[in-house]
């Protein structure tokens, strides 16, 4: 993330793309105080490889003590020192010129923002009531038991332990076109399950193209492996894509033996797990889905070996 310290108030904020500044509160995500301001003075957003001043105002903005032109934007590097309107004003440093990152501010606990990647949940590890991951279109969901919903700047987050607000730092569409060219590329993602005879193991490997990831064997596996069964329960009967594999959420815990707490811990396991091994271009959908009341796994093929001799 991007950070701006104000040296004078020793504060510091995190960049938002864009991010404005000036006097209109309704305009501006900081307001700036001075009467040689304007109501929109400035913005500063990424372009995909770093980070842009573009002067709107009337007395101009100054980058390390020279006024910058105003019909050109300029590029901001780490160090780099801001004053707004004249030298005089605040002064404000880039200390960080790292990409923006979409991320979580708190709306009633003191606790810092959090930035997103792969995949979060909230309030915590422990007791997971909403999970937070990137879909393949880049957008952030987030998944309750009520179902999933993508997140827009702005929207509240709200759990048993506090509630949080979401600032979406998604990139320019430009930038967008740019990436998805070059490098990003929605992948199926085909998987193999490996289980002993009394089910104690279980070891899971993706295939995503040509490149084969051992997942290894895992605790949590079991229930991936409950799901992966339904799934080809209803491949075998010709069930349609949309209905194929679901699974009651209730029945499964019954089943396995869990709480449904228990059970989102294992399968934010299993997504932390799949998220952590891939790169940042390969975009895969999430492993696990969830509707009202029930869940079921999305991988595009199945193959379970082994297991108990029915």
């Known amino acids: 993330m991007a950070i701006l310290f104000n040296i004078q108030t020793q504060k510091s904020l995190v960049l938002r793309n864009p991010h404005t500044f000036g006097r209109s509160a309704t305009s501006c995500n900081t307001l700036l105080a001075g009467t040689k301001v304007s109501r929109l003075h400035c913005s500063i957003h990424w372009n995909g490889s770093y980070w842009l001043l573009q002067d709107s105002s009337t007395n101009g903005c100054f980058i390390n003590q020279v006024r910058m032109t105003k019909t050109k934007m300029k590029r901001l590097k780490q160090a780099d020192k801001l004053n707004f309107a004249d030298l005089d004003s605040e002064t404000w440093q880039l200390i960080d010129d790292s990409e923006p990152k979409s991320m979580l501010v708190p709306l009633n606990n003191n606790v810092p923002n959090i930035a997103l990647e792969q995949v979060f949940v909230l309030p915590d590890e422990n007791s997971p009531e909403i999970t937070l991951y990137l879909s393949p279109e880049r957008r952030w969901l987030a998944e309750s038991n009520t179902g999933t919903v993508e997140l827009s700047s702005g929207d509240n987050v709200k759990t048993s332990k506090g509630d949080w607000y979401f600032v979406g730092n998604y990139p320019e569409a430009e930038t967008c076109f740019v990436n998805n060219f070059h490098q990003e590329q929605v992948l199926t993602v085909s998987a193999e399950f490996t289980v002993s005879q009394n089910e104690e193991h279980v070891s899971i490997s993706l295939t995503i193209a040509d490149k084969t990831i051992d997942l290894g064997i895992r605790?949590?596996?079991?229930?991936?492996?409950?799901?992966?069964?339904?799934?080809?329960?209803?491949?075998?009967?010709?069930?349609?894509n949309s209905e194929r594999g679901w699974i009651d959420k209730s029945l499964l815990c019954d089943e396995l033996i869990m709480t449904e707490q228990?059970?989102?811990?294992?399968?934010?396991?299993?997504?932390?797990?799949?998220?952590?091994?891939?790169?940042?271009?390969?975009?895969?959908?999430?492993?696990?889905?969830?509707?009202?009341?029930?869940?079921?796994?999305t991988f595009d093929d199945i193959t379970i070996i082994g297991g108990a001799i029915l």
């Open 262 to 297: 228990y059970m989102n811990i294992q399968i934010y396991r299993f997504r932390k797990q799949v998220a952590s091994l891939m790169s940042d271009s390969m975009i895969l959908p999430q492993p696990i889905e969830r509707r009202l009341g029930e869940i079921r796994i």
């Open 219 to 240: 605790s949590h596996h079991y229930l991936i492996l409950i799901l992966a069964r339904k799934w080809q329960e209803d491949n075998s009967n010709n069930r349609q």
